[in-house]
């Protein structure tokens, strides 16, 4: 059996999760999930703040900051090790 690739499965695990509703996870793991996301697809966070910055995008921007030290494809597999895992549940 081929392994997939390392893009093939983050996508794959983005599929499962974009089919999870937000009231199934708790939130620290849906933050995880948009920090992992975010790292893996942008790169490290760019704290540039707007005007309309809210609460919400505090937490949101705290919890990308923890994981800046990640790379994008170390990003990736702890997504997809963090959709796995809720899978099993």
Known sequence: MIEKDLNTR?????EIASEM???SLPQDVQL???????????????LKQNSSYHLRDAF???AW???SHLS?????EQYIEL???????
């Open 72 to 76: 994008p494809d170390e990003s990736k």
């Open 21 to 23: 509703t937000q009231a």
């Open 10 to 14: 983050f996508l794959e695990a983005v």
């Open 60 to 62: 949101k921007t705290n």
């Open 65 to 67: 900051m923890q994981i």
């Open 32 to 46: 995880r999930l948009y920090a992992f996301y975010k790292q893996a697809t942008l790169g490290t966070l760019d």
């Open 83 to 89: 959709i796995h895992s809720l899978l099993k549940k």
